[in-house]
Every structure is written in structure tokens, then in C-alpha cells.
């Protein structure tokens, strides 16, 4: 009786769910073998590993893949994130700014690129990897002593869990977290994977605030990032060996010019053997050939299929495709500008710009920009590189910056200069807000036109004559 009702309640269940009001949640024909993730955070903790070595892989041999990577890491980091102090004195902010010039040339541990440098492969290695981390450290031998070394998503080992006692604490792939869910340190290989030659497991402990995480969330408890790659991976794999495919099927029509055919029936002799007449068979052509043929032969020359509109109609959907799951435009992504015009391209970078402008602020600059100039500045005032007298009392205002990120260029720089002069003369816009959109200091822009000035007036020279304003009409009839 008991397994008659278990059956029965099952067969309920399941006309259920084949008949929810959200199709979505149904379990119809359509929806048989279809994915599922029960635990977001979970499943990527999961498919991290083999999602992040496919990712390098594609990335060092596809040149979408490639293609998609630095058009992040151009639009997000470009030529570098750069800090402004926000301090009420004067005085101050100008020696705190210079001090910080002076030191992004030797941030960077390994010596390889300053500090801006370090900005891009951050970026670089979060997109691929899907995180990346950074340890700053007080060994610098002149200046400011901290210095920055960068260290790859698999050295925080990724395969080490544990659950602590007492439910004290517990270790998910590499993160250690307290009984109240914090981050409170992460386990190490002692020995970088490039240099881990003997392929040594021993890990050492280093407290969260030693070490910087950089990632992109998606998921609340997220513990590690994710690749950016990861919804186009097979998309890429597959568009790789149907490219390949069709470029095999053309190397092989070009290479096969025709057929020589023996009307008699008998058998011929193979290509570089004696023929009947001491000759041997050539079934090469060259230019300015006069083939003699012998008796009972005829050619007959092939004619291979050429690729098709369909196909490259295919081709360009499947590239459409990857653009939009790594969240690119098409045209950034490929460079191909052939089917745009100045509204469409103008619309697909404003929005792709806001995604950028998401990631530098809420990512770049949160979890590693910032941890880094406040570290810097408290090792700044500390060894008396900058004059911080207060700074014990309020490092508030020592701490606070404003981050310059890197210029936007206009689509059509003439009507978006006069849209935003327009905007600042009506006190909707700043012109320290105009300013900073430029990627410059309006503090040293200031500086330089009053020095240029003064320079002129100097020297007699007169620049910027008026003149009166160009109606757009009378421009485009000329």
C-alpha cells in the first residue's frame, strides 16, 4: 500500500512540475537533459579549476578569446587608475601627490613594470583567471618601503578544505574563514608554479590583511572568481574547429586542380611511374604548361564549392555570439566596422562603458587601488617621506582620494565638447567632473594653463584669438 501511494505521489509531483505556471520551472519534453545549478557559489568553487585552464589555453591560441581579454584590460586599467589626494590643505595634497609619482616607478616587487603596469595584469589575470592576488610588503630599500608583488590564482591552493573543530573556522579552497564567515587568512604555496620544480605542496598561512583578493562577485559568499570566459568557452572551442574545417576543406580544393581520365579502361600507371612511351606522368601544373596527353585520355578540371554566404553568415552569428557572452561589443571584440554607423557604434560603447566604469570602481578600485594607497600613505607618513603631522589624530584626511580613471575618447569629439561646455555653462556638469572624465587632475591642468600663460604674456605671444561660433548648418554645407 505504501509503495502504490509513493508511486502515486510521485506521478503527482511530476504532472506538477510539468505544469507550473512558470515555464521556466517546468519539467516538460523541452526541458529534459537541460543544466541545472542547485548552489551558485558552490558550482563555481567547482568548476573553477578546468574552467580556468581551459580559459589560459584559449586565450594563448584564439584570437577572439585574446581579442576579448585586452579589450578589457585596455578600456578597464589602460594606462593606469591614478589616485588625487582629497586633502583640505593645499600644501599637503601637492606633497602627497608627487610623493606617490615618485614611488608608482618602484611598486612593483618584481621589478617588471610600475604601478600602473601592475593595474593591467591585475586585470588581465581576473579576467582569465577569474581572480588574482596581491601582497604588499615592506621591504623597499629607498623612499617609501612598500612594494607589491602579484601572485597567481593557483598558488592560494585550490584544493585545500577543512573544517576546524568546534565549528571554529573552516578552509574553502584556500580561504580561511572564522566561525562568523570572515576572511581571516589564506594558505599559499610557499613556491611559485614557475618555479616549483619538485612540485612541492608545503603552503604557509598569511592573515587576510597581508594578502589582497581581486575578483569579480557574483554571487553573495562567493569564495573565489570565476573566468570571464566561462560562457564562452565551448562557443570558442567549437567556432575554432569549424573555422578549421573550413579552411582545411579550401587547402584541399586549391590543392586539387583535376582528374585525368582513360576513356579506354585500361590501367593506367601512378604519378612519377614510366608510362608506355617512357614519359612519366605529371600531376602538377605550372605556368605556361602545354600538356600532351596520350591517346584514350581526357581531363576534366574540378570545380570546388567555395564558402558559402550561409557559412559566413553562420561564421559571424557564432562571433556575434561570443561577443555577447564576454560582454564586449562585436566591433571592439573583431574590429570589424563594416555594418555600423556613427548612432549604433556610438550606442554599443556608451553601454559597454558603463560596464567598464561597474568594474573599475566597484572592483579595481575597492579591492585593490585603494588598499594599496592607504597602505602606501600610512608607510609614507610613517617614514617621513611626506610631511603627516595629524595624521595619528584624523588619517581620514590624509587618506582620502579621488580616482582619475583612464580617458574616454569621443565617438564625434567636436559635438560632444560643445554638448559638454553647454552642460557646464547650465550647472548640470563640473568642470572638475569634465576634467576628470579626460583622465586629467584639474589641479595641475590649472597649473599648466596658468604657466602657459604666463610664459606667453612673457614672451609676447598671443593664442585663442576669438572668434565666432561655428553654426553646424553653414559647417556641413561647406
Not at 607589491?148 to 574563514?177: I, K, M
Not at 562557443?235 to 579550401?250: I, P
Not at 604548361?289 to 564549392?305: E, I
Request: charged fraction near 25%; include cysteine; charge should be neutral.
Amino acid at each position: 500500500m505504501a509503495g502504490a501511494l509513493s508511486q502515486i505521489g510521485q506521478r503527482f509531483k511530476a504532472a506538477a512540475l510539468a505544469f507550473r505556471s512558470y515555464e521556466a520551472a517546468g519539467a516538460g519534453r523541452r526541458w529534459r537533459g537541460a543544466p541545472e545549478i542547485p548552489h551558485q557559489g558552490a558550482a563555481m568553487t567547482a568548476a573553477r579549476g578546468p574552467i580556468g585552464r581551459r580559459a589560459r589555453a584559449l586565450v594563448a591560441n584564439n584570437a577572439l578569446a585574446s581579442s576579448g581579454v585586452e579589450a578589457w584590460v585596455s578600456n578597464i586599467a589602460g594606462a593606469g587608475i591614478k589616485p588625487q589626494s582629497s586633502h583640505p590643505d593645499e600644501t599637503v595634497r601637492s606633497a602627497i601627490n608627487a610623493a606617490w609619482d615618485r614611488w608608482t616607478d618602484r611598486a612593483d616587487a618584481d621589478g617588471l613594470v610600475d604601478f600602473y603596469g601592475m593595474q593591467t595584469m591585475v586585470v588581465r589575470r581576473m579576467v582569465v583567471d577569474g581572480d588574482v592576488f596581491a601582497a604588499p610588503t615592506l621591504d623597499g630599500a629607498e623612499g617609501n618601503p612598500l612594494r607589491v608583488r602579484l601572485f597567481d590564482a593557483e598558488q592560494v591552493d585550490p584544493l585545500r578544505f577543512q573544517v576546524f573543530p568546534n565549528s571554529t573556522g573552516r578552509v574553502v579552497a584556500g580561504v580561511e574563514f572564522d566561525a562568523r564567515g570572515r576572511r581571516v587568512a589564506y594558505h599559499v604555496y610557499k613556491e611559485r608554479p614557475e618555479f616549483n620544480f619538485w612540485g612541492s605542496l608545503a603552503t604557509v598561512r598569511l592573515p587576510a590583511d597581508r594578502l589582497l583578493q581581486i575578483f569579480r562577485p557574483e554571487a553573495p559568499g562567493q569564495v573565489r572568481g570565476l573566468s570571464w570566459l566561462a560562457p564562452i568557452l565551448l562557443s570558442l572551442s567549437d567556432f575554432d574547429q569549424l573555422a578549421d574545417a573550413q579552411l582545411m576543406r579550401q587547402k584541399v580544393a586549391a590543392l586539387l586542380t583535376g582528374f585525368i581520365i582513360n576513356q579506354g579502361g585500361d590501367s593506367s600507371p601512378f604519378a612519377g611511374d614510366p608510362s608506355a612511351d617512357g614519359s612519366a606522368i605529371d600531376s602538377g601544373l605550372e605556368p605556361g604548361t602545354l600538356k600532351v596527353l596520350s591517346a584514350g585520355q581526357d581531363v576534366k578540371f574540378s570545380d570546388p564549392a567555395t564558402i558559402g554566404a550561409e557559412s559566413v553568415d553562420f561564421l559571424r552569428l557564432t562571433v556575434r555570439h561570443i561577443a555577447a557572452g564576454l560582454s564586449v561589443p562585436y566591433e571592439v571584440l573583431t574590429g570589424d566596422l563594416s555594418q555600423v554607423n556613427f548612432s549604433s557604434i556610438r550606442a554599443g560603447l556608451l553601454e559597454f562603458r558603463r560596464r567598464v566604469e561597474a568594474i573599475q570602481n566597484n572592483v579595481i578600485i575597492f579591492q585593490f587601488c585603494r588598499p594599496i594607497w592607504e597602505r602606501w600613505l600610512t608607510a609614507a607618513a610613517l617614514s617621513g617621506e611626506v610631511d603627516a603631522r595629524g595624521f595619528a589624530r584624523d588619517p581620514r584626511a590624509f587618506m582620502a582620494a579621488k580616482w582619475i580613471t583612464p580617458r574616454k575618447e569621443f565617438v564625434d569629439p567636436l559635438k560632444d565638447a560643445r554638448a559638454e561646455i553647454e552642460s557646464i555653462n547650465a550647472g548640470v556638469m563640473s568642470r572638475r567632473e569634465a576634467v576628470a572624465a579626460r583622465g586629467w587632475d584639474i589641479e595641475q591642468l590649472d597649473a599648466e594653463i596658468a604657466a602657459d600663460h604666463e610664459r606667453a604674456k612673457r614672451l609676447g605671444l598671443q593664442f585663442g584669438v576669438p572668434h565666432s561660433p561655428i553654426d553646424p548648418t553653414q559647417e556641413e554645407s561647406q
